[in-house]
């Protein structure tokens, strides 16, 4: 026959062991639900980054033709005009200041292309660094799993066999 006392002491001992394999279960879905985020967070980051170098690769592509464009028409303008001045019979210093003029013209429109695309890919890299950041801020947020707390659940046992010990020493256990 189980007295009280042993009663007491077997429901502690059991109570405090599915405490701790609660714990742990609990412990073991928060650290796999955080590997689900930490993946989907990397798969986003990954797939935004190289939607990133896509654009920086447009970005570099579209100035390149941009230029070429820029240097034939110029160089269109330049023919043009000296055809027209060789037409014309007008030689001289007008004719070279036009000409050069239209050569600084060229030039200009392709710093200007060159700035421009200097600073979207300075953007595109902000972009960047603004996705890691983000990224790094929602992993490092995430909730740290709890281990489980066996000081606890020994302290209830413990507690219980004391508890128990002091009952059998004063002669009310089942086995007095």
């Known amino acids: 026959m189980c007295g009280v006392a042993e009663a007491g002491l077997a429901i502690a001992v059991v109570s405090s062991a599915m405490a701790i394999e609660n714990q742990q279960?609990?412990?073991?879905?928060?650290?796999?639900?955080?590997?689900?985020?930490?993946?989907?967070?990397?798969?986003?980051?990954?797939?935004?980054?190289?939607?990133?170098?896509?654009?920086?690769?447009?970005?570099?592509?579209?100035?390149?033709?941009?230029?070429?464009?820029?240097?034939?028409?110029?160089?269109?303008?330049?023919?043009r005009a000296k055809t027209a001045s060789?037409?014309?019979g007008i030689s001289g210093l007008s004719v070279e200041a036009l000409l050069s003029d239209l050569s600084s013209a060229g030039g200009?429109?392709?710093?200007?292309?060159?700035?421009?695309?200097?600073r979207r890919d300075s953007a595109l890299?902000?972009?960047k660094l603004n996705m890691w950041s983000g990224t790094a801020?929602?992993?490092?947020?995430?909730?740290?799993?709890?281990?489980?707390?066996?000081?606890?659940?020994?302290?209830?046992?413990?507690?219980?066999?004391?508890t128990y010990g002091q009952k059998y020493k004063d002669g009310k256990t089942a086995f007095n």
């Open 25 to 79: 279960r609990v412990a073991k879905a928060q650290s796999d639900t955080n590997q689900k985020t930490y993946d989907s967070q990397m798969t986003a980051y990954n797939y935004n980054l190289a939607n990133t170098n896509n654009q920086k690769i447009t970005e570099a592509s579209d100035a390149a033709s941009r230029k070429f464009d820029n240097t034939v028409r110029n160089q269109y303008d330049i023919a």
């Open 86 to 88: 060789g037409e014309s």
């Open 108 to 118: 200009k429109a392709n710093v200007n292309t060159e700035v421009n695309y200097l």
């Open 125 to 127: 890299e902000v972009d």
């Open 137 to 162: 801020n929602s992993i490092n947020s995430l909730k740290i799993p709890t281990s489980p707390d066996y000081v606890s659940a020994g302290l209830d046992i413990a507690d219980a066999g004391t």
